[in-house]
């Protein structure tokens, strides 16, 4: 076996290509979108390296065309899932103890495929099964996976470099990092392709084998990524790609003795069962389990009156209705102070009202379908009832059609009462609620942001005034993981703003950091004595 003290490639954040007209990239994207949209997929489960097929399927369509059948993807049940479980056991000897610089290279190869010849295919698959317009299946699907695989293999050989700093004359400590007893359940969500592939390759990465289970909204990209995780060289049983029903799923996967942890991004609702079906299950487990998860927000843009009303509503526009707001960072409640208010809301009805909406394969619409009827009509009926409440204004949009797709107009709702509903609750779509406070009310209004919500997730201040920036940073500090400062709380980029939030937003284990990555190693460390003493007797037992 090959020794040496390797040095990973030093990470780099991948280039966001612009997809203008004319481009390469716009021409090659076009005609991903051509041969996805001509064809009809017949979609496997992956299990031990094996595509498997049931025979009893669902469908994939579009959400802003779901008249078109894009595929059918092959739906398991106990048999499937107990069958991962066992081809990920299986394979796990093998690959924990495969060198770490071997392993490095598989998902280093795996970026390098999704940078190049996969670029266009994986940004065609989200945009098709997500309804995610060019530029923002760009920066997910390309981009940020890519970043997350680069980024976490140079995290993954710091934490290996991590030694103990102090080894006394005669002995050697040090620390060597474990894979994880037992598999890793990876459960993703649809609104990211690049979280989907994130959370089952970084664990995998430690060391640890993993049992993955997409959203049925994500399936279409995650067969794309598998294809790619496969052709880099990620040995069968590794990471085993199922579909099935959750609770079929979690009645196999939480009651199994060499169950090791969960790695879970989705609602904070399932994650609440699945910590307590965890616990109450806890004494069926080899080892206590790892508990990773992101959830939900309700993430808010708290502005000065200092600030410039330009900022503002750009950052609104943009930070609430990119990808139809369905980003756990999207803004969903602002906080505006009185003077600002008339400059921001003509500024806002301005820019939605240039802003088109429709399918993704026209790279003129800034805004898609959101993902699901189930999402539609939970969306239109908070817009219904804040149309139909007298102390609501609709600002802006409240229209909706879903004869085609799943559209819902960027709507901004301006209300009275900072606790009202839409402040408080989740919505997942692109509906902003504005709370208008007098200009002297900053300093309170801080406190009515931090108690509002049960998140803690994403979080601005808008401000030219530092005073108010410093005051707004410091009390507003446990509302929210990720915090920005005259920005738009969405948009972190992997390596520069590690991603997550607390309270009831998740564990705060800070995705696309070496925090994350520590969550799936057990550390062992080892004292080597190189002289040990041959009696007990210690000095101070000496006669006088």
Same mark, same amino acid.
């Given at each position: 076996?090959?020794?040496?003290?390797?040095?990973?490639?030093?990470?780099?954040?991948?280039?966001?290509?612009?997809?203008?007209?004319?481009?390469?990239?716009?021409?090659?994207?076009?005609?991903?979108?051509?041969?996805?949209?001509?064809?009809?997929?017949?979609?496997?489960?992956?299990?031990?390296?094996?595509?498997?097929?049931?025979?009893?399927?669902?469908?994939?369509?579009?959400?802003?065309?779901?008249?078109?059948?894009?595929?059918?993807?092959?739906?398991?049940?106990?048999?499937?899932?107990?069958?991962?479980?066992?081809?990920?056991?299986?394979?796990?000897?093998?690959?924990?103890?495969?060198?770490?610089?071997?392993?490095?290279?598989?998902?280093?190869?795996?970026?390098?495929?999704?940078?190049?010849?996969?670029?266009?295919?994986?940004?065609?698959?989200?945009?098709?099964?997500?309804?995610?317009?060019?530029?923002?299946?760009?920066?997910?699907?390309?981009?940020?996976?890519?970043?997350?695989?680069?980024?976490?293999?140079?995290?993954?050989?710091?934490?290996?470099?991590?030694?103990?700093?102090?080894?006394?004359?005669?002995?050697?400590?040090?620390?060597?990092?474990?894979?994880?007893?037992?598999?890793?359940?990876?459960?993703?969500?649809?609104?990211?392709?690049?979280?989907?592939?994130?959370?089952?390759?970084?664990?995998?990465?430690?060391?640890?084998?993993?049992?993955?289970?997409?959203?049925?909204?994500?399936?279409?990209?995650?067969?794309?990524?598998?294809?790619?995780?496969?052709?880099?060289?990620?040995?069968?049983?590794?990471?085993?790609?199922?579909?099935?029903?959750?609770?079929?799923?979690?009645?196999?996967?939480?009651?199994?003795?060499?169950?090791?942890?969960?790695?879970?991004?989705?609602?904070?609702?399932?994650?609440?069962?699945?910590?307590?079906?965890?616990?109450?299950?806890?004494?069926?487990?080899?080892?206590?389990?790892?508990?990773?998860?992101?959830?939900?927000?309700?993430?808010?843009?708290?502005?000065?009156?200092?600030?410039?009303?330009?900022?503002?509503?750009?950052?609104?526009?943009?930070?609430?209705?990119?990808?139809?707001?369905?980003?756990?960072?999207?803004?969903?409640?602002?906080?505006?102070?009185?003077?600002?208010?008339?400059?921001?809301?003509?500024?806002?009805?301005?820019?939605?009202?240039?802003?088109?909406?429709?399918?993704?394969?026209?790279?003129?619409?800034?805004?898609?379908?959101?993902?699901?009827?189930?999402?539609?009509?939970?969306?239109?009926?908070?817009?219904?009832?804040? +149309? $139909?409440? %007298?102390?609501?204004? !609709?600002?802006?949009?409240?229209?909706?059609?879903?004869? #085609?797709?799943? &559209?819902?107009? *960027?709507?901004?709702?301006?209300?009275?009462?900072?606790?009202?509903?839409?402040?408080?609750?989740?919505?997942?779509?692109?509906?902003?609620?504005?709370?208008?406070?007098?200009?002297?009310?900053?300093?309170?209004?801080?406190?009515?942001?931090?108690?509002?919500?049960?998140?803690?997730?994403?979080?601005?201040?808008?401000?030219?005034?530092?005073?108010?920036?410093?005051?707004?940073?410091?009390?507003?500090?446990?509302?929210?993981?990720?915090?920005?400062?005259?920005?738009?709380?969405?948009?972190?980029?992997?390596?520069?703003?590690?991603?997550?939030?607390?309270?009831?937003?998740?564990?705060?284990? +800070? $995705?696309? %950091?070496?925090?994350? !990555?520590?969550?799936?190693?057990?550390?062992?460390?080892? #004292?080597?004595? &190189?002289?040990? *003493?041959?009696?007990?007797?210690?000095?101070?037992?000496?006669?006088?």
């Amino acid at each position: 076996m090959l020794k040496g003290f390797f040095n990973a490639p030093q990470p780099q954040n991948e280039p966001v290509l612009g997809y203008a007209p004319g481009s390469a990239e716009r021409a090659a994207l076009k005609a991903a979108l051509a041969d996805a949209r001509s064809k009809q997929l017949d979609i496997p489960m992956y299990i031990g390296g094996q595509a498997v097929r049931t025979g009893k399927t669902g469908e994939v369509r579009p959400p802003h065309d779901h008249q078109h059948l894009l595929a059918t993807y092959h739906i398991g049940h106990t048999k499937e899932i107990n069958a991962a479980i066992n081809a990920a056991l299986a394979a796990k000897s093998d690959w924990e103890n495969l060198p770490w610089e071997q392993r490095a290279a598989i998902f280093l190869k795996a970026a390098d495929l999704l940078a190049g010849p996969y670029r266009a295919k994986v940004n065609a698959a989200t945009m098709l099964g997500q309804s995610k317009n060019a530029y923002q299946a760009e920066i997910d699907s390309a981009c940020e996976l890519i970043d997350f695989l680069r980024f976490n293999v140079h995290y993954m050989t710091e934490i290996y470099a991590q030694q103990p700093p102090i080894s006394p004359r005669g002995a050697w400590n040090r620390v060597e990092q474990r894979p994880l007893e037992g598999f890793v359940f990876a459960l993703t969500p649809f609104n990211f392709t690049a979280i989907a592939g994130n959370l089952p390759t970084c664990v995998a990465m430690m060391g640890n084998v993993v049992v993955w289970k997409p959203a049925d909204t994500q399936i279409y990209a995650a067969n794309v990524l598998m294809e790619v995780f496969m052709e880099a060289g990620v040995p069968p049983g590794v990471i085993n790609l199922i579909y099935a029903d959750g609770p079929a799923v979690g009645d196999v996967v939480f009651n199994h003795p060499d169950f090791a942890g969960i790695h879970f991004t989705g609602s904070t609702k399932v994650f609440q069962h699945i910590w307590q079906t965890i616990g109450a299950n806890i004494h069926k487990y080899k080892t206590y389990p790892r508990i990773v998860g992101e959830t939900g927000g309700k993430d808010f843009v708290l502005v000065h009156p200092s600030a410039q009303a330009a900022v503002v509503s750009t950052a609104l526009v943009r930070g609430a209705f990119e990808y139809q707001g369905q980003k756990c960072s999207a803004a969903s409640r602002a906080y505006i102070p009185a003077s600002l208010w008339p400059q921001v809301k003509a500024n806002m009805q301005r820019d939605l009202a240039e802003i088109k909406m429709g399918p993704v394969e026209d790279f003129g619409n800034f805004i898609n379908a959101v993902i699901s009827e189930v999402s539609f009509d939970k969306l239109v009926k908070y817009i219904d009832a804040a +149309k $139909a409440d %007298s102390s609501v204004e !609709l600002v802006a949009g409240g229209n909706y059609d879903k004869s #085609k797709g799943w &559209f819902i107009e *960027p709507t901004v709702l301006k209300v009275n009462d900072p606790y009202y509903v839409t402040m408080c609750e989740e919505l997942f779509g692109p509906v902003l609620t504005v709370y208008v406070y007098e200009d002297d009310q900053f300093s309170q209004i801080i406190d009515i942001v931090d108690k509002t919500s049960i998140y803690a997730l994403t979080g601005s201040i808008i401000s030219q005034d530092r005073y108010a920036v410093a005051e707004a940073t410091q009390r507003l500090r446990n509302a929210a993981g990720n915090f920005y400062i005259n920005d738009k709380p969405t948009g972190a980029v992997v390596g520069q703003q590690p991603f997550g939030g607390a309270r009831g937003s998740g564990t705060n284990d +800070k $995705a696309g %950091s070496m925090i994350n !990555l520590l969550r799936w190693v057990s550390p062992r460390t080892i #004292k080597e004595t &190189f002289d040990p *003493p041959k009696d007990y007797k210690y000095p101070f037992l000496g006669e006088e």
